[in-house]
């Protein structure tokens, strides 16, 4: 079973410049949610989409945004890059039964260096 | 509000031995699910174990376990017969089931293993 793939691995962009990552869950996965990591604010949480839905939010600006297309695959985007922007953005596919949660399988990473 | 914490930022370990990673948490969730991710350099998260909160048994994973104390929102992660492959930052999470998608992380613990 092919894990959660992410890309591209690394990304060097200037500030002002706008992004897109992309993230292709476990099959059958139907949630995929996406993390930023950095060294000062560890692992903070960025949206949830469910069936091509946003379903839950964390506190970042409205630079970033995220969509799931039909096949469950999802794209975060963030527009007018700042420096703080860097870090490693995880994205994690979710198997979602009701109320049960299998576990979060995640991606290897999109690190992203905004200069 | 949901928080984890990691209060170890370092611990070591004698390969073959034994070492028990702390975590605290609160939620205001009755229903909610604890893990334990671990992430190599390679940077990678990789699931390590999955524990239901409604569950009193405490989740084992060959020769990881957990000691989880409900009331005292403690979740303690061990690790036996420490191998040079366990070294790695260890991160333990929570996720609780009306917060979809969303899994709130600790600090983090940096495990060394010596030969």
């Known amino acids: 079973k092919a894990g959660v793939t992410q890309t591209p691995r690394y990304l060097i962009k200037t500030r002002g410049q706008q992004v897109t990552l992309s993230c292709s869950p476990i099959?059958?996965?139907?949630?995929v949610s996406w993390y930023q990591q950095t060294p000062g604010q560890g692992l903070q949480f960025l949206f949830e989409?469910?069936?091509?839905?946003?379903?839950n939010k964390g506190n970042f600006p409205g630079r970033f945004s995220g969509r799931q297309f039909s096949n469950s695959r999802s794209e975060m985007n963030v527009s007018t890059l700042e420096l703080g922007d860097s870090a490693l953005y995880l994205c994690?596919?979710?198997?979602?039964?009701?109320?049960?949660?299998?576990?979060?399988?995640f991606g290897s990473g999109t690190r992203l260096t905004v200069v | 509000a949901q928080t984890v914490t990691q209060s170890q930022p370092e611990m070591s370990v004698q390969e073959a031995e034994t070492v028990t990673l702390s975590c605290t948490y609160d939620?205001?969730?009755?229903?909610?699910?604890l893990f334990w991710y671990k992430q190599p350099p390679s940077r990678q998260m990789i699931l390590v174990i999955r524990?239901?909160?409604?569950?009193?048994q405490n989740a084992t994973e060959n020769r990881f376990s957990v000691n989880f104390q409900k009331a005292a929102k403690s979740f303690s992660l061990k690790i036996s017969d420490s191998q040079l492959g366990d070294a790695a930052m260890y991160f333990c999470a929570q996720h609780g089931s009306s917060n979809t998608g969303k899994l709130i992380f600790g600090q983090g613990t940096t495990l060394q293993v010596k030969p």
């Open positions: 099959s059958g996965h139907r949630s």
């Open positions: 994690a596919s979710s198997l979602v039964e009701g109320r049960m949660n299998y576990g979060y399988t």
């Open positions: 939620t205001s969730e009755s229903d909610y699910y």
């Open positions: 989409y469910f069936s091509e839905t946003q379903r």
């Open positions: 524990q239901e909160a409604y569950k009193q």
